[in-house]
């Protein structure tokens, strides 16, 4: 294999997902909300099996539930792994219907595992994403009978380079670590409309940080797979940048220019994950859950408190044979479940999500895999003065890997 080649595609493709994150659309009411939605990001193999795998090696590729998995690498082999994600989102309330279908990235990598000393991990993942619009919000002016028209639109999110190191400890047992660096901004664009003026909004904030993490593995029998990850709590600092202009009778005049205000940072609270598997002959299942401790941040957002997060998943998958020469006997096929309380409360109402998904893992050569997953999510309520979404996520990823670091036996 050419390493020079190779290089470069990797550094071609971290190259498209940093113009990715400058420009995707999540599509949802619910990001204007704190930095926005969670992101679906992870490999193929974990969204068809309803976003389950902290306690998954990494034989199927790239695991990014766990970084203790990336001590199980293949020897010597280098892994890219790459996706993207398509949304088909239906929107309903009391008086609204809308469909909406959005774009998006979810993951880059690149790991290796040498010698089994060790195994490293780079990865670029959006971590949130915003995209709202608000149209048509009409109101009367005080003290007067005429009526304005607000427009407001938001896009963005948070994206994180995160690098992951791994270690078996002893027999069975791994351990590893991860370290974030999270950094993003979100663009809010509000116009004002009269019958003589527009006055336009433009506000954009900017948010940093860095997060650590850390994860443990543990197989029992060769049959039963134990994992825990930890996510320490982390500050985002912020600032902001706003422009007010107003165009009035054909003239535009600025009317208010700030750079790097200081806003309020945002806090990520202190996350803890538990995983299970167990194998009956070529059938894998798999459980997760995760608690997220938000209430502990002390936020608030305008309509909406954060609350404690749990999420729990469910995932099965099987394949005839793994070790076979023959293409279908290879193909692996997944379904899941997933429940997510959601970390957001409006009206004494969490905004929580129920999931099932369907996937399947396509052979490409000895040893790289097409993903091939399919989610179905209900999200939210129309109680109150709230939305729900289905939302359909069609996920595609690829896994690609080679041997490196094998001396040649011939030239």
């Known amino acids: 294999m050419n390493k020079y080649p190779s290089l470069m595609f990797f550094v071609l493709l971290f190259g498209l997902q940093g113009y990715s994150q400058s420009s995707n659309l999540t599509g949802s ?44 690498l293949k020897e010597n082999e280098v892994t890219f792994d790459f996706g993207g994600a398509a949304e088909f989102n239906n929107l309903t309330g009391d008086d609204v219907s809308e469909q909406r279908t959005t774009y998006n990235f979810t993951n880059i990598s690149i790991a290796f595992n040498h010698n089994n000393d060790y195994g490293i991990g780079l990865t670029l993942k959006p971590s949130t994403t915003v995209g709202y619009s608000l149209i048509g919000l009409e109101n009367n002016i005080e003290g007067s009978s005429e009526q304005f028209t607000t427009n407001i639109g938001g896009n963005g999110g948070i ?38 003026s527009y006055l336009e909004i433009n506000e954009t904030n900017y948010y940093s940080g860095a ?34 202009g107003k165009y009035s009778n054909a003239a535009y005049s600025i009317l208010e220019e700030t750079e790097d205000e200081s806003v309020d940072s945002f806090y990520l609270p202190l996350k803890l994950g538990f995983g299970y598997s167990t194998k009956f002959k070529n059938l894998l299942l798999t459980a997760d859950y995760k608690k997220n401790f938000w209430g502990a941040t002390n936020q608030s957002d305008a309509i909406g408190d954060y609350t404690d997060q749990n999420i729990f998943g469910l995932g099965a998958s099987y394949a005839v044979d793994p070790t076979s020469y023959k293409f279908w006997k290879r193909v692996d096929f997944r379904m899941g479940l997933n429940y997510n309380s959601g970390y957001l409360k409006v009206d004494d109402t969490n905004i929580d999500t129920y999931s099932a998904s369907f996937g399947i893992g396509l052979p490409i050569g000895k040893q790289s895999l097409l993903n091939v997953s399919y989610t179905l999510a209900k999200k939210g309520t129309t109680d109150s003065i709230l939305i729900q979404e289905y939302v359909n996520t069609l996920n595609i990823n690829i896994s690609l890997s080679d041997l490196w670091f094998q001396k040649r036996k011939f030239n």
Not at 33 to 53: C, K
Request: aromatic residues 10%; proline residues 3%.
């Open 29 to 72: 009411p619910y990001s204007l909300f704190g930095l926005g939605v969670e992101s679906n990001s992870g490999t193929g193999r974990n969204s068809g099996l309803g976003n389950t795998g902290i306690s998954l090696d990494a034989n199927y590729g790239i695991n990014l539930y766990n970084p203790a998995a990336f001590a199980t």
């Open 159 to 196: 994206s994180e380079l995160r690098l992951d190191y791994a270690r078996t400890v002893f027999k069975n047992f791994n351990v590893g670590i991860k370290a974030s660096y999270l950094f993003g901004k979100i663009e809010e664009n509000e116009s004002i409309v009269t019958t003589n």
């Open 211 to 244: 997060q650590l993490g850390v994860g443990l593995q543990y197989k029992l029998l060769d049959r039963h797979n134990f994992g825990l990850t930890l996510d320490l709590p982390t500050v985002l600092k912020g600032t902001k940048d706003v422009l007010v």
